[in-house]
């Protein structure tokens, strides 16, 4: 079974910067897409970003296009969210998982997710 550990978040300002890491346990990511999901308090869990398996396409949600950069590398097994320009409303404890991309649908595959890794951005 997958085991998906995430890390990298933390407290920062708006306009600040961190990078997310997701590494896998008990598996290999490089057979799959990857996304990023977010889930803020007393919201749903939403959709941020994707990347193909092989790295040669990538999704973004609207609300973070132009600032957020999804990538892997497959040889360390592990994806990443460069996260640059955030704001307060980025605030959020953050997931990946293997997404299965149909159109403008991710569909997150594992279960159990990851504890996430909490990202707070102050205003």
């Known amino acids: 079974q997958v085991q998906l550990v995430e890390s990298g978040g933390g407290m920062v300002q708006a306009g600040g910067s961190l990078r997310l890491s997701c590494s896998a346990s008990?598996?290999?990511?490089?057979?799959?897409?990857m996304g990023w999901f977010r889930q803020a308090p007393g919201k749903e869990r939403e959709f941020v970003a994707a990347?193909?398996?092989?790295?040669?396409?990538?999704y973004y949600a609207d609300s973070v296009k132009g600032r957020f950069t999804i990538s892997r590398d497959n040889a360390k097994n592990t994806v990443y969210l460069q996260m640059n320009s955030l704001k307060p409303e980025d605030t959020a404890v953050y997931y990946c998982?293997?997404?299965?991309?149909?159109?403008?649908?991710?569909?997150?595959?594992?279960?159990?997710w990851g504890q996430g890794t909490q990202v707070t951005v102050s205003s």
């Open positions: 998982n293997a997404d299965r991309i149909q159109g403008s649908n991710h569909v997150p595959l594992f279960e159990p």
């Open positions: 008990g598996g290999t990511l490089r057979n799959y897409a």
């Open positions: 990347i193909s398996w092989s790295g040669g396409s990538t």
